[in-house]
């Protein structure tokens, strides 16, 4: 899972200005959901970035669901995204 996780952070990194990046995993929280799968994450990106913050939210955040789009088709359910300056 952590292995993974740097995944993601160096996708991001690599495409974005990123000063931070913490990756939450609230999956527990959504075990006695429905549609839950322990195969798929349920996360938390709070994201520190200049440039992100200088854009509209709706853009930020389609600029790393696009980054992520593989992965939120096989291992990512939910994605919360958090932007600070």
Request: hydrophobic share 35%; no cysteine.
């Amino acid at each position: 899972m952590k292995k993974y996780f740097k995944e993601i952070e160096r996708k991001l990194k690599e495409n974005i200005k990123i000063e931070k990046i913490e990756i939450v995993d609230n999956s527990s929280k959504h075990s006695k959901h429905k549609f839950f799968s322990s195969e798929k994450f349920h996360l938390k990106l709070k994201v520190q970035s200049l440039y992100l913050s200088s854009i509209s939210r709706i853009n930020a955040q389609k600029i790393i669901m696009n980054i992520l789009k593989d992965d939120l088709k096989n291992r990512i359910h939910a994605l919360e995204i958090s932007i600070e300056q």
